[in-house]
């Protein structure tokens, strides 16, 4: 789906002035981003926080990119191309919530904000995911990011591709490459390798834990009290 | 007798032009990085087919078939009996050029670079300055369009969540070798983080591997640009056109025909002034609707993914 009705707005987005701190000050951005269209594949899936989630492709609105045609478009080439692949294009007008709030009459898309600033002293516009907003102290620009909200698009965006849930092949797509990647630092004897392993665990779902690293995900059993000797 | 005053005693204080002498030089950019990914054999390559193409002649666009040709095997048949046929099978990928452009004023140029020196006409250092420029800047977008790309690779490197390990990478590129994509040369651009993360992993490891000509090249060379290491024939560049993803750095990996660009040549006529008509992209200077003069570099490019065997995105923790 387009992210605007054909014939309808252009994408400018709301002005970034909001009545916060980010109205007196010119937003530093890093650079000019171009708008998308996610995609999502029943086949390109990953772990995250314990969950099999999608991981999903950007079909940039950039004239030229691969397969859009030259005037502004909404990215319809690559849309294509990536349908081609097996992908479904997420819709603009899917229901999210971001930050706490529903997104429902977002002026841009439900799951694209639109931001003008500056980057390098030059004037830039910079679309970013509904679930990073900018927050500015000063000269400086830190991004909150919304993980609760991200993953719940991710689950609603999973429902488009697998509405009756993951199969076994599917889970194992997303779970192998991760097993690998602890079986690679299980081989390493020392605290970096620990570390890579505390990290990966966390990602991946406790079900799929292998039975000698069960007892580093799971929670330590609350110890008895001990009656107190007089 | 008096002798007067002293020949030394008046110096540079009696000068009468307040400007001081005035050398101009490009300032350092983190963007300097691009020209080094431009300059691969992976990036030359795609550039050399889409120059040899040639113009487009009136095309909106560029399309390379691709044939499933070689893939199949002989099949066992009864002697006297005919095979089957098998159908040809294609993949289409189009590339449509678009208009880029990018614009100075040439009266705040002047203002910038020349200052003490402005008296209308733009001297032929600046020119050199602009005509430079105009190659940053078209470098600049074309590998920005192509490390845009790496959020729809099909292929991954790496893990969410995670950093980059020399072992992911590893086998990022042995999985790249098992889809028969590994001939000739490969680029890998990665941010500074992405760096850090293979060299303090492959640095640390133990054994033969940390002990391995290639990983050696992870120790950090000031003098090397922005080139990292050859680390199993994948030449790893620090860049910063790379995009994130939902807390992750994605960096890309690409081979000879993982990519295709086409640039379609605007030819200026006679009357235009051009200042650089480069093939890739030129430069035009004009003054719009008889207000100051400016110049614009213009390129009309697209870019494509070829075939995604042959690429995949490097996925590490931001």
Not at chain 1, 182 to 202: E, K, N, V
Not at chain 1, 217 to 226: G, I, N
Not at chain 2, 26 to 54: F, I, Y
Request: contains cysteine.
């Amino acid at each position: 789906m387009p992210i605007t009705p054909s014939g309808g707005p252009s994408l400018a987005g709301p002005s970034f002035a909001r009545g916060n701190a980010l109205s007196r000050a010119q937003l530093q951005l890093p650079g000019p981003r171009d708008p998308w269209t996610y995609c999502v594949s029943p086949t390109r899936l990953m772990c995250f926080d314990g969950e099999v989630l999608p991981e999903l492709a950007k079909a940039w609105h950039t004239p030229g990119s691969n397969g859009n045609a030259g005037g502004r478009g909404q990215g319809q080439g690559f849309v294509s191309n990536l349908m081609g692949a097996g992908f479904t294009p997420v819709p603009h007008d899917i229901e999210t919530t971001a930050f706490g709030a529903s997104r429902a009459g977002a002026p841009l898309s439900a799951y694209l904000d639109r931001y003008e600033g500056i980057s390098r002293g030059r004037p830039v516009v910079y679309h970013a995911d509904a679930w990073h907003r900018p927050k500015q102290l000063g000269h400086l620009v830190s991004w909150e990011h919304d993980r609760e909200g991200w993953k719940a698009f991710l689950r609603q965006c999973l429902a488009l591709v697998s509405p009756d849930g993951l199969v076994d092949m599917q889970v194992e797509m997303a779970v192998a490459p991760v097993l690998r990647r602890i079986q690679a630092a299980q081989d390493r004897d020392d605290a970096r390798g620990q570390r890579m392993l505390t990290a990966l665990l966390s990602h991946l779902p406790p079900e799929h834990v292998p039975a000698d690293l069960r007892d580093q995900v799971e929670p330590p059993k609350p110890a008895r009290k001990r009656a107190r000797k007089e | 007798m008096a002798a007067g005053n002293w020949y030394s005693q008046s110096g540079i204080g009696d000068a009468n032009n307040a400007s001081t002498a005035r050398g101009i030089m490009a300032a350092l950019t983190e963007a300097s990085k691009n020209q080094e990914a431009a300059a691969h054999p992976v990036m030359q390559a795609m550039l050399a087919r889409d120059a040899g193409v040639g113009q487009m002649l009136g095309a909106y666009g560029y399309g390379v078939s691709f044939a499933d040709l070689g893939s199949g095997k002989l099949a066992a048949e009864i002697e006297g009996s005919e095979a089957t046929p098998t159908n040809f099978s294609t993949t289409n990928v189009t590339v449509t050029p678009a208009r880029r452009a990018f614009t100075r004023e040439i009266s705040d140029y002047a203002r910038s670079l020349q200052e003490s020196l402005l008296m209308g006409e733009i001297g032929p250092d600046v020119e050199v300055m602009l005509a430079y420029e105009g190659t940053r800047l078209w470098m600049n977008s074309l590998v920005d369009q192509i490390a845009a790309l790496a959020s729809s690779a099909t292929n991954t490197i790496g893990s969410t969540g995670v950093p980059l390990t020399w072992s992911a990478l590893n086998e990022g590129i042995l999985d790249l070798k098992n889809r028969g994509a590994a001939s000739g040369r490969a680029m890998a651009l990665v941010t500074v983080k992405g760096a850090k993360d293979l060299a303090d992993d492959a640095l640390s490891l133990g054994g033969a591997v940390q002990m391995a000509p290639q990983i050696q090249g992870l120790l950090a060379n000031a003098t090397a640009g922005a080139y990292v290491a050859s680390l199993g024939g994948v030449d790893v560049y620090l860049n910063s056109e790379l995009d994130t993803d939902s807390g992750d750095d994605l960096g890309l990996l690409i081979t000879d025909g993982a990519i295709i660009s086409k640039h379609q040549q605007v030819v200026l006529p006679r009357e235009a002034d051009s200042l650089v008509q480069a093939g890739f992209y030129s430069m035009e200077l004009r003054r719009p609707g008889g207000s100051v003069s400016r110049i614009e570099t213009v390129a009309y490019n697209g870019v494509a993914i070829a075939e995604n065997g042959r690429m995949a995105a490097i996925r590490y923790v931001s």
